[in-house]
């Protein structure tokens, strides 16, 4: 079946550096990627949504300057959260899907903790 | 727009007891209705889905059917085990503006059996 690979698993990183996350599809070519944020007992929060080749559509109250989407290619989006800060620690997760698909195969996510 | 309301819990459940958590939602078209399961610590997978009305979806003893009449995809289990203790997520897909499935999750619920 359709795997996403999403790395790191989790990260430690000082406050004010920058962090980049990965999500690759693969064995298939998603043309869309989600990116959510998860807080502590709390549901997915859906932060942006890229298709390939084109600009990262944000939800709103999602800072775009803070968290750069890039969906260079087919099997690859990245997150990075710029200038990271304690309060950006969370759970991240991507989804990663064709344009016909019915629901999407999710990444194991990625624990970030700016210290 | 498009949510998703389950049941609150925690649930707490004696091993084979029998477990439903509900779901019910509001939609604009047709959306299809999942069920992910997430793991301590991990990302989310997908536990079963149905696309159209009277679909039944089931994996691992799992079961669920999109009742369109009540709106409701409840989630059931005829005998708990001890691993199935995790967070359980109702969610749905629809076809948004940008042509893509998008996808808005329930609350969560956390399910702990006990031995």
């Known amino acids: 079946g359709a795997v996403v690979s999403q790395h790191p698993s989790w990260v430690i990183c000082k406050s004010g550096t920058s962090v980049k996350i990965e999500c690759r599809s693969l064995?298939?070519?998603?043309?869309?990627m989600f990116w959510y944020r998860q807080f502590p007992k709390q549901s997915l929060m859906l932060m942006a949504t890229?298709?390939?080749?084109?600009?990262?559509?944000?939800e709103q109250g999602v800072e775009k300057d803070k968290f750069l989407i890039n969906h260079a290619s087919l099997t690859l989006s990245t997150l990075t959260v710029t200038s990271a800060h304690p309060e950006d620690s969370s759970f991240y997760i991507c989804?990663?899907?064709?344009?016909?698909?019915?629901?999407?195969?999710f990444g194991s996510g990625t624990r970030l903790t700016v210290v | 727009g498009d949510s998703v309301t389950q049941m609150e819990g925690p649930v707490t459940l004696s091993e084979e007891a029998f477990l439903t958590i509900n779901c019910t939602y509001t939609?604009?078209?047709?959306?299809?209705l999942f069920w992910y399961v997430q793991y301590p610590g991990e990302g989310l997978q997908l536990l079963l889905k149905?696309?159209?009305?009277?679909d039944k979806g089931s994996n691992k003893g799992f079961e669920a059917t999109y009742r369109k009449e009540t709106t409701s995809f409840h989630l059931e289990k005829g005998s708990v085990q001890v691993s199935d203790s995790a967070v359980y997520f109702c969610?749905?897909?629809?076809?948004?503006?940008?042509?893509?499935?998008?996808?808005?999750f329930g609350t969560g619920t956390k399910l702990q059996v006990i031995p």
């Open positions: 989804s990663a899907g064709d344009r016909d698909s019915y629901g999407y195969t």
């Open positions: 064995d298939f070519q998603a043309t869309t």
């Open positions: 890229s298709n390939e080749g084109s600009k990262a559509t944000y």
């Open positions: 939609a604009t078209g047709y959306p299809s």
């Open positions: 149905a696309t159209k009305a009277d």
């Open positions: 969610a749905l897909s629809d076809r948004a503006s940008g042509g893509y499935q998008k996808v808005t």
